[in-house]
C-alpha cells in the first residue's frame, strides 16, 4: 500500500525539477499512448477512403486550418508561461488568452466558410468545409484549455482528456466508417471527438471558466497581445502544410494530395517527442528564466536538445531505409508512389526535432519579435520553392521545399538563440555531470 500511496503521490505532485519532469513525461507519453487508437483507425481510414477520397478530406481539414492562421494569435505558448511563472494570476491570463482566441476564431471561421467557393477547384470539397470547421473551432478551444494545463504542469488532466477524446474518436470512428466510407464521414468523426475533448476540458477548468467576465482585465489582454503577436505572425509557418496542401490543389489531383498528406502523416506521428519533451521541459524552463538560475537554464537546454536529437536520428535512419516496406504494410500499395516524399520529410527530423527544444528557450526569453523575420522569410521561401517545384515534381517538390524552408529556419533560429542562452547542442555529458547536484 506504501508503494501504491509513493507512486500516486509521485504521479500528482510536483517536488522539484527532476521529479516533476519525470511525472510530466509519464503522463505525456500516457496521452500519446491513448493517441495510438487515433492512429490506428487513421490507418483504417487511409486504405478505406483510397488516394483521392482521403485527399479530398485533407485538403478540407487544409482549408479549414487557415482559421487557425488569424485567431491562433500564439497566445497558447504565451499562457503556458505566464501561468507557470505567474500561477498568482493565472486566472486573468487564461480570461486574457481566451477572449484573444475565440472571437477571432468566431470570425474568420465564417470568412473561411463564404471565401472556400472562390478559392478551391474541388466542389465537393466546398460542401465539407462547415464540418472542418466545427472540428477547427472545437479543437482551438480544446488545445487552449490544454495550454492552460500545462502552464500548471497538471499533464494528468490532459491526459484525461485526450483518453475520453480519443476513445469516442475510436468508438464511432470504425462505426461511421464501416457505414460511410467517404471523406464526409471521416470529418464527422473528426468533428464529434473535438467537441467531445473540448466539452471535457471545459468540464474540469469549469471554475476558472466561469470567471472569463469577472477576470477580465484591459492590461492584461494587452500585455498578451504585446508578447504573443510576433509568434502569431511566426506561427504562420507552421501552417506551411495547408498552404502545401492548397498549392498542391492548384496543380495536382486529389489523389496526389491524397499521397502527400499520408506520406506527411506517418512522418508527422513523430513529431509526437520533441512536442513532449519540450511541453514536459518548458514550465520548468519558463520558471528557471524567471529567476534568472543560470545553471538550472542551461542543464535543461542541453538535456532537452540531446534527446531530441537522440530519438530523431535513429527514426530518420530507420524510416529512409525501411521507407516501401512501412508504407506498404501500414498504408497499401496503393500509397507506395509517396516513399520519396515520406523519406523527404524523414530527413526533416534532424532539424524539427532539436527545433522544437529551441523554440522553447525563444519563448521563455520573451524573444518572439527577434525571430520574426526568419519565420517571414522561410515562409515566402517555402512558397517559392512551392511555386517552382510543385508543376515539375509533384509532390515530391512540395516535401523539398518544405525541407529546405524547415532545415533554413531552425538552423538561422539556432544561431540567434545561442545569442542570449548558453547551451551546447551537443553536450551529452550533462547526464552524469549533474546527477548528483540540484538543478532546482
Known sequence: MTHLSSLKNFLSTNRDDKQTIAKNLFWLFATQGSRIFRAILMI??????????????????????????FSDLGVGEILVRDVAGKKDRRHEYFTASFWIR????????????????????????????????IFTVFDNL???????????????????????????????????????????????????SAATGALAGAFII???LAGIFRNFKKEVVIEVIKNSWPIAVF?????????????????????????????????????NLPVILATAFFPALSSAIHSNNKKREKWLNEVSIAVSLAFAFPIMVLGIIFAEPIIKIILGSEYVASVTAFRIFLIALVFNFPG?????????????KQILKQGIVTFGLNIGLNALLIPYIGISGAALGTLISQAVLNVWIWIEMRKISEFKTFN???????HNQDIG
Not at 475510436?170 to 468523426?189: Q, T
Not at 528557450?361 to 520573451?366: E, F, G, R
Open 44 to 69: 483504417y481510414a487511409a486504405r478505406v477512403l483510397g488516394v483521392a477520397e482521403y485527399g479530398v478530406f485533407s485538403y478540407v481539414l487544409g482549408l479549414a486550418g487557415l482559421v487557425l492562421l
Open 356 to 368: 522544437t527544444a529551441i523554440f522553447n528557450i525563444v519563448i521563455a526569453h520573451n524573444r518572439q
Open 206 to 208: 469549469r471554475k476558472t
Open 428 to 434: 551529452w555529458r550533462m547526464f552524469t555531470k549533474m
Open 235 to 271: 506561427g504562420i509557418f507552421g501552417l506551411m502544410f495547408n498552404i502545401d496542401l492548397i498549392m498542391l490543389g492548384w496543380w495536382r489531383t486529389p489523389a496526389e494530395i491524397g499521397l502527400y498528406s499520408a506520406g506527411h502523416k506517418l512522418v508527422n506521428f513523430s513529431y
Open 142 to 192: 480544446r488545445t487552449l484549455i490544454i495550454s492552460y494545463l500545462r502552464g500548471l504542469q497538471k499533464m494528468e488532466k490532459e491526459t484525461l482528456i485526450a483518453g475520453i477524446m480519443n476513445l469516442v474518436f475510436l468508438g464511432f470512428g470504425f462505426l461511421i466508417l464501416l457505414k460511410y466510407p467517404r471523406a464526409r464521414g471521416l470529418l464527422m468523426v473528426y468533428a464529434l
Open 102 to 133: 475565440i472571437i477571432p476564431t468566431l470570425i474568420f471561421s465564417f470568412v473561411i466558410i463564404f471565401v472556400t467557393p472562390h478559392i478551391s477547384n474541388f466542389k465537393i470539397a466546398v460542401s465539407l468545409i462547415f464540418l472542418g470547421i
